[in-house]
């Protein structure tokens, strides 16, 4: 297994946000079918201000340039959705130009056993 955290901003509009959140509580099937067949095993968005941080476990062989945006191919809907959820998105300072959600570097890690 990996793990990837990434970060990406709300643009800063309370009525978005909501919005944002609102989808996220109902993503799409065909968004979830989407992510589980290119190998992210889990998924978790969490959000502080405007500001989103993801957390991915995948499967060895995951590729994060290579796969993440991958799964808009695995159909229609899947794309319609990035499309959608870019009008809320804006990038985090920083990020590269080729970047949407920016990956982040880990700088600690506490594990038992």
């Not at 969490?46 to 799964?71: H, K, P, S």
Request: hydrophobic fraction near 40%; proline fraction near 2%; glycine fraction near 6%.
């Amino acid at each position: 297994m990996k793990t990837f955290a990434m970060a990406l901003d709300l643009k800063n509009d309370q009525k978005k946000i909501e919005k944002y959140i609102d989808y996220h509580r109902n993503v799409w099937a065909e968004v979830t079918e989407g992510l589980l067949s290119i190998g992210i095993t889990e998924m978790k968005i969490f959000l502080n201000g405007n500001r989103l941080f993801m957390f991915l476990r995948t499967e060895d062989n995951f590729d994060l340039e290579r796969d993440f945006q991958r799964y808009t191919s695995t159909s229609i809907r899947a794309k319609k959705w990035d499309e959608l959820m870019r009008n809320y998105q804006q990038k985090v300072p920083g990020a590269g130009e080729e970047e949407w959600w920016s990956p982040m570097t880990e700088v600690f890690s506490l594990m038992e056993g």
